[in-house]
């Protein structure tokens, strides 16, 4: 089993009556209240906590993609990834980012996974996610009828593009190009390894089946009640003929760790708080726009978890209640520990991403955090699944071939 420490970067000073100020915490929350002095920190402190999880012993580290909220402050999860492919060595670099939809042409992600996949020696993991709606439908104005077509045809171009060796011509509904010629091409061949996050949809789980990807669930609502989820998952790659073995799926579960079980609560709880009421405070009416979910999600009875904020997202829960049922997994390093392993095996997952950064937590707090679990808990889940070959994760090239971040400057530079 792998680990990858997952990072949503949300805007920690939402002020104390933001749900009764604000109607959400996305789409047309103003940026007055956003600091950007205040944002330069943060966005350093958070790029220090990712470099950090990788010398704890963490498998990969993770960005993804969200606009117009405080909730995710990474637009660009590209820009994040390219500090990151610098300043680290060895973990993946696991982009959970680039909806598809939002970008015209396509070949725009294909260049710049590409060259991300380049810069870090082929760690990384190319993430292709159809987006929320919130995030391409209503920040990004894509038709939501149309948004599934689109998102096949430019995943088409994109895969063709890092395969091709010639320039090809590429005439499509959506993008119609005379020249489709990559430069740079990955390091990764045919292609990097490609995850397909997702909330619970038929369409996404035949899409990861019928082309091998990891089909990797993003739930805030804990693995107990992903559990009728992920069963739909492996029953429908049963369905269509895929083997079952457990690194084709990927879970994220948020997490909190200190020394005592005791101790935890009264650490971790104002951050906790933070996050499911604040950073979940959404509205309704820009939740799911008409149209955005297929027919065969509606007709199977799929929820998704931002239609559904009263009953999924854990919002006005005690700290007994997130506990208790499984949205956060808190304690000490033995009592995570037995909790992610039960996750493991319980939805058989062969990617454990977990967030060990939630809400307001601050720096020393998340560190700490990070180091225990990379002593105590990581070393001793690892061996879970490794009889099933993983080929779901890069195959970046030897430590030895793998350029070091300053090694041309001149002797005695400052870096």
């Not at 599934?148 to 895969?159: A, F, T, V």
């Not at 506990?323 to 390093?333: D, K």
Request: hydrophobic content about 35%.
């Amino acid at each position: 089993m792998k680990f990858t420490w997952f990072h949503l970067m949300p805007y920690r000073w939402l002020p104390a009556d933001f749900r009764q100020r604000y109607h959400s915490v996305w789409v047309d929350l103003p940026n007055g209240i956003y600091d950007p002095e205040k944002g330069h920190d943060l966005y350093n402190e958070y790029l220090d906590m990712l470099e950090y999880a990788e010398q704890c012993g963490f498998d990969a580290i993770a960005v993804n993609e969200h606009h117009q909220n405080a909730y995710g402050m990474m637009p660009s999860p590209n820009i994040m990834a390219a500090t990151l492919a610098r300043r680290t060595s060895k973990a993946m670099l696991l982009v959970l980012g680039n909806s598809i939809v939002c970008y015209n042409p396509p070949t725009r992600i294909a260049e710049e996974f590409a060259m991300l996949d380049v810069i870090s020696g082929g760690r990384l993991i190319a993430g292709f996610p159809v987006g929320t709606s919130m995030d391409i439908n209503y920040c990004s104005g894509q038709n939501p009828a149309t948004v599934r077509d689109k998102y096949r045809e430019g995943h088409d171009l994109i895969m063709k593009a890092w395969r091709t060796r010639e320039p090809f011509a590429f005439s499509g509904k959506y993008t119609k190009l005379r020249y489709v010629n990559l430069w740079p091409r990955p390091v990764q061949q045919p292609n990097p390894p490609v995850w397909i996050p997702g909330l619970g949809s038929i369409e996404t789980w035949d899409f990861c089946a019928q082309h091998d990807y990891n089909y990797s669930y993003l739930s805030f609502s804990g693995y107990k009640r992903a559990r009728n989820m992920m069963n739909g998952y492996w029953e429908r790659r049963a369905a269509l003929g895929a083997d079952d073995n457990p690194h084709s799926a990927a879970f994220f579960q948020q997490v909190c760790i200190s020394e005592t079980d005791a101790q935890c609560e009264k650490e971790w709880w104002p951050h906790v708080d933070y996050f499911f009421n604040k950073c979940l405070h959404l509205y309704p009416g820009t939740s799911e726009a008409p149209g955005y979910r297929t027919e065969a999600s509606l007709r199977a009875g799929i929820v998704s978890q931002f239609g559904n904020t009263t009953q999924n997202m854990g919002i006005d829960k005690s700290w007994k209640q997130l506990v208790n049922e499984g949205y956060i997994l808190a304690g000490s390093p033995e009592t995570v520990r037995q909790q992610v392993e039960e996750l493991a095996k319980t939805l058989r997952v062969g990617h454990v991403l977990l967030g060990c950064h939630i809400g307001s937590a601050p720096a020393e707090l998340v560190n700490r955090s990070t180091r225990l679990a990379g002593e105590q808990i990581l070393p001793k889940l690892k061996h879970i699944y490794s009889d099933y070959e993983d080929r779901w994760w890069p195959k970046a090239l030897p430590a030895a071939r793998r350029a070091k971040a300053g090694a041309s400057m001149p002797a005695g530079a400052a870096r």
